[in-house]
């Protein structure tokens, strides 16, 4: 399959700093990337979909001032965490999708935590 | 609103036999479907797509679509102990994003 990464894999910081994580696909060029956010024991939920070359679609509920991504080439997505606040402090996951079908393969995810 | 749902589980099975998990969705217009496995602590891995009625076989895992019924099993042959994990149905209803369930957690008891 496909290979998705992601930088870093973890991350402390402190209340009120900005957070940036990067999400690559490494063997193949993803038009779409997809950002979720997962807290424990729960499912995982879909904040935006990140098209290369233009703005992100954020999912309702979503905050895309709070949560800024950028697709600046067919391999590389951002997701800036700005001014993070404890309750940011969550498991952040991209994924690309490939081929006509949408398979979606995931990065090992980012793993936030906002003192 | 399109849905996907999944028994939460526990689902225990004992080591060797099969394990058979479901997943039901809402949408006719559904296209592609994908069972992830999702370890604690770690990102899904996509194990399973199928788009077409019937089913599809690869190495101990069974996937196996109805679309009349509206409805997509995973079966996992042989069960072993590295197979307790939590299994994520996924549905494109016709467009790029996936629509996850909640999730089946596995334990397979050795």
């Not at chain 2, 149905?89 to 994003?97: L, R």
Request: hydrophobic share 30%.
């Amino acid at each position: 399959g496909a290979v998705v990464s992601q930088h870093p894999s973890r991350v402390i910081c402190k209340s009120g700093t900005s957070v940036k994580i990067e999400c690559r696909s490494l063997d193949f060029q993803a038009t779409t990337m997809f950002w979720y956010r997962q807290f424990p024991k729960k499912s995982l939920m879909l904040m935006a979909t990140s098209n290369e070359g233009s703005k992100a679609t954020y999912e309702q509920g979503v905050e895309k001032d709070k949560f800024l991504i950028n697709h600046a080439s067919l391999t590389l997505s951002t997701l800036t965490v700005t001014s993070a606040h404890p309750e940011d402090s969550s498991f952040y996951i991209c994924s690309a999708s490939v081929g006509s079908y949408n398979e979606q393969f995931f990065g090992p995810g980012t793993r936030l935590t906002v003192l | 609103q399109k849905e996907v749902e999944q028994n939460s589980g526990p689902l225990s099975v004992p080591e060797g036999a099969i394990a058979s998990l479901n997943c039901t969705y809402s949408d006719r217009v559904s296209q592609s479907f994908f069972w992830y496995r999702q370890y604690s602590g770690k990102s899904p891995e996509l194990i399973m797509s199928i788009y077409s009625n019937g089913d599809k076989e690869d190495g101990r895992f069974t996937a196996q679509l109805n679309k009349a019924s509206q409805y997509v099993s995973l079966l996992i042959r042989d069960s072993q102990p590295s197979d307790s994990a939590t299994y994520l149905c996924a549905v494109s209803f016709g467009n790029e994003k996936l629509t996850f369930g909640t999730g089946t957690r596995l334990t397979i008891i050795p």
